[in-house]
């Protein structure tokens, strides 16, 4: 019966095997029928996923199996979620779309809950962009090239989410999430919903509040200005023109895998260690950028994390530098 219940994906339908402790068992950890039912009361089957692969929710197209991934549409649906989660004792780990992530092979046990679609609504306010911690970062910014708004035109071309890009305080081109955020309303782990000011979102490099106290950003607001239609979209051709000739884009990846070091480049150091090409199992170090470790085929994360493990020992080696991964890795090992 384990096996059946491995090959159904959607929560609808799902064929319930109850056993005499009242639990699911999925990949070692105990998921209560009840919880699973009262999910079923806050999110339609269609925003349900039992043992997903997340492998289909990451852009490195890797990762074992979650035991729940759930949809959410509201800040509401989120909240009832969480409270959920915490009285049946389920550990709950939040994605965006899955970049800058790594799911380790044993896949990510009790919930995920992942912002897409259904949480990705934007609209303009003067010269104001409100929108949703699923939408998409690269769609936002052409949402702000269509109303002639500037001052996101670096973010054009990063993957990922916007909440995720706000998380990392992401950024490119001397631009970054910091510059051109005002404001965000996040749910705190006690289920809080709270709006942060700029003042108080701790932006740093690759860093905000939210890696340290672990809310939940939701909705983010982002102050741009008045520019002209032409000069706008001129600048985003340029630095999707840029990108395309120096990432490799053709192949699945988390996006750049290393933090840069301080006055430094990770690429530059990798690639001056003669590691460009480095390949293990399905991961290799990018010919076309050294900065990223890219999947040529059926990858898993072992393979990765030892093409980082060597990267390191080999650039500590090489030019005595730490190079700290800036990609998430989550998940158990398999």
Do not use: W
């Not at 090959?7 to 109850?18: H, I, T």
């Not at 970049?99 to 949480?119: A, E, H």
């Not at 900065?291 to 093409?307: E, H, Q, R, Y």
């Amino acid at each position: 019966m384990p096996l059946q219940l491995r090959r159904m994906r959607r929560f609808g339908n799902y064929p319930f095997y109850l056993y005499d402790v009242g639990v699911n068992k999925f990949m070692g950890f105990a998921i209560d029928e009840k919880y699973l039912h009262a999910l079923r009361e806050v999110l339609p089957d269609t925003q349900i996923y039992l043992d997903e692969p997340m492998a289909r929710h990451t852009t490195f197209h890797i990762g074992g199996n979650a035991d729940v991934f759930v949809l959410p549409s509201s800040i509401e649906a989120l909240v009832r979620i969480l409270a959920l989660a915490k009285r049946f004792s389920v550990p709950v780990t939040i994605l965006g779309n899955g970049s800058n992530v790594l799911v380790q092979d044993g896949g990510i046990r009790g919930t995920v809950i992942s912002f897409g679609k259904p949480f990705s609504r934007i609209e303009r306010k003067g010269t104001h962009i409100k929108a949703e911690a699923g939408a998409a970062l690269g769609a936002v910014s052409l949402f702000a090239a269509s109303h002639s708004l500037q001052g996101m035109e670096f973010a054009v071309g990063i993957p990922g989410s916007l909440g995720g890009a706000v998380y990392m305080n992401a950024g490119a081109y001397d631009g970054e999430m910091s510059q051109i955020v005002c404001a965000v309303t996040a749910v705190t782990p006690e289920g809080e919903i709270v709006r942060y000011d700029a003042s108080e979102l701790g932006f740093s490099y690759r860093h905000s509040i939210f890696q340290d106290n672990n809310a939940i950003i939701c909705e983010i607001e982002l102050v741009l200005q008045e520019g002209d239609a032409a000069g706008i979209q001129a600048k985003i051709a340029d630095f999707t023109k840029r990108r395309m000739e120096k990432q490799p884009l053709d192949k699945p990846s988390a996006g750049s895998t290393f933090k840069r070091p301080p006055g430094l480049f990770a690429g530059t150091l990798i690639d001056k260690a003669g590691l460009k090409g480095l390949t293990i199992g399905g991961a290799q170090v990018s010919e076309k950028h050294a900065g990223f470790v890219v999947n040529i085929g059926n990858a898993t994360a072992k393979d990765v994390l030892s093409v980082i493990e060597e990267v390191q020992a080999r650039v500590k080696k090489e030019h005595d530098v730490v190079l700290i991964p800036e990609i998430r890795i989550i998940g158990e090992r398999a």
